[in-house]
């Protein structure tokens, strides 16, 4: 089982940059597909990016790619979002989730059923 913690949420205008955080718990952190996800007032929670566990494969939803970057250090069992360009729509709770790679379909192929684990959430808010 593994436990995720997100960190590093915040207020800043558009333009802006923050860096999310997701520290995972257990040891074999590699073995875990990794993935942000986002849901905005109002709104279903959708989909941001996602990690091979080696972290050579990273794919993104369409509406961030270019300025959010999908990462992780298995040294430290933490995962990252490093999110430039803020905009007004990426106002929303950042989620961090985990599903262990055995077994399953290419990460590339993940939705949310893939991800067994889920953190509490980081409150990202953009103004203009």
């Known amino acids: 089982q593994v436990h995720v913690v997100e960190s590093g949420g915040g207020s800043v205008q558009t333009g802006d940059s923050l860096r999310l955080s997701c520290a995972a718990s257990g040891r074999t952190f590699s073995r875990y597909g990794m993935g942000w996800f986002r849901q905005a007032p109002g709104k279903e929670r959708e989909f941001v990016a996602t990690?091979?566990?080696?972290?050579?494969?990273?794919y993104y939803t369409d509406t961030v790619k270019g300025r959010f970057t999908i990462s992780r250090d298995n040294s430290k069992n933490t995962m990252y979002l490093q999110m430039n360009k803020l905009k007004p729509e990426d106002t929303a709770v950042y989620y961090c989730a985990a599903g262990p790679l055995f077994g399953r379909p290419e990460i590339r192929h993940w939705g949310p059923n893939n991800f067994d684990y889920w953190g509490q959430g980081t409150q990202v808010t953009v103004s203009s």
């Open positions: 990690i091979s566990g080696s972290g050579l494969s990273t």
